[in-house]
């Protein structure tokens, strides 16, 4: 690969999956290290680009998790990504009435996210918010895919707990204002489960 074949192919990993880096590195390490580990996960990509795989993210978010362990382990519990969510959280209470039931349901996702264990949050927001298929987050989180399942299925389960604690909290804080008996989870359930099911399918 020539120098400007390479510098192509990384500027345009870097434009497409910065973001989505970035997320998960808040989302381990907290908001003032992600940048820190963001710049270390493009720096090896850029030394080893020659290994980088297609698709890429699972292999970057690899990366990154293997930074936040080898790196800042030690920073990232002191910052306390769980403290941080609870404190986001609680910041968001004096909202205004015409928007309270959006942000009520924000928040019981948010807040039920905080009590979860590190693991738990990570199989999570693999699954729901990187976009990432059940065997794409085993290769990252280093399990295998039956394995996943399994522990997906646990953290579920206590993420529709924690939901469900969370949004009786939320309700009466904002005076009752959440609408039908809707259960908050869904938009996170379709889109954990989503990619699972068409897996076990096949």
């Not at 510098?7 to 003032?32: K, N």
């Not at 969370?166 to 379709?190: D, F, I, T, Y």
Request: glycine share 4%.
């Amino acid at each position: 690969m020539t120098d400007p074949e390479a510098i192509e192919r990384f500027t345009a990993l870097y434009d497409q999956h910065c973001r989505q880096v970035y997320a998960y590195a808040v989302s381990r390490a907290g908001s003032q290290l992600a940048e820190e580990v963001v710049s270390e996960v493009f720096l090896i990509t850029w030394r080893r680009l020659a290994d980088v795989p297609v698709p890429a993210l699972p292999w970057l978010l690899t990366v990154a998790r293997n930074v936040v362990i080898d790196q800042f382990r030690a920073a990232a519990k002191r910052q306390s990504v769980a403290a941080e969510l609870l404190v986001w959280t609680s910041g968001q209470q004096a909202v205004a009435a015409d928007v309270a039931d959006q942000v009520t349901e924000r928040l019981t996702v948010l807040t039920a996210l905080a009590t979860l264990s590190e693991a738990d949050r990570e199989l999570v927001t693999l699954l729901a918010w990187q976009g990432l298929t059940p065997r794409q987050a085993a290769e990252v989180v280093g399990c295998s895919t039956p394995t996943l399942f399994v522990r997906l299925h646990r953290a579920r389960r206590r993420l529709e707990h924690a939901m469900d604690g969370a949004a009786e909290s939320a309700a009466g804080e904002s005076g009752n204002r959440m609408a039908g008996p809707r259960s908050p989870l869904a938009p996170v359930e379709h889109a954990m489960y989503r990619d699972a099911r068409g897996e076990e399918r096949q």
